[in-house]
């Protein structure tokens, strides 16, 4: 299990300039990038157990988030 918070400019770090200028121009991208950041920070507590949560929410929670960066990803690859 990973402790590390999974942030959008670490998983796409060629791509830093391209999501500040996604999350300022294109509402869908900003209300995904929201999404992603705050469900990314409830794992990280849950993770690190700030925050207890059960196995099955965690697993449910991290598919979660691989949609919205695999959303994010494909707008970013076609920005």
Known sequence: MSHVAHEL???FPDKAT??????????HFSRL??????????????????EPADDATIETLK?????????????LAAH
């Open 9 to 11: 400019h670490e998983e």
């Open 18 to 27: 391209a999501i500040h200028t996604l999350k300022s121009t294109n509402a």
């Open 33 to 50: 990038a929201e999404e992603y950041h705050t469900l990314n920070r409830t794992l990280h507590r849950m993770e690190t157990e700030v």
């Open 63 to 75: 598919k979660k988030r691989l949609q919205l960066k695999d959303e994010i990803s494909q707008i």
